[in-house]
């Protein structure tokens, strides 16, 4: 697959690799082309985000205006905010069928 996924802050992806496998996350900043740093609200708190190469992540196509514009302004989100963005894209998923 040659196409790369533009990631922005606020979107919702699926980790693909790692001890996290299978869970949900939030994009909150992009390192460079290849890394983005990533965090859910509840293990991966804020503060001590992770560092995931981008080709591990599964974009759902999920983008949390909520969590953009609040580190657009202030430059932090809240973990309430993280894990209230992944529910409603876990609902959202769920409506779908995946």
């Keep these: 697959m040659t196409h790369q996924y533009q990631w922005k802050p606020g979107d919702i992806a699926r980790s693909r690799r790692g001890k996290d496998e299978g869970q949900l996350c939030v994009i909150l900043e992009l390192v460079d ?32 205006e909520e969590v953009a514009n609040s580190l657009r302004e202030t430059g932090r989100v809240t973990n ?4 209230f963005a992944i529910g409603k894209a876990e609902a959202h998923a769920e409506e779908k069928g995946e």
């Design 33 to 64: 082309e290849r890394f983005a740093l990533v965090a859910d609200g509840d293990k991966r708190r804020f503060d001590r985000s992770k560092r995931k190469n981008v080709l591990h992540l599964e974009p759902l196509g999920i983008h949390s």
């Design 80 to 83: 309430a905010k993280l894990r």
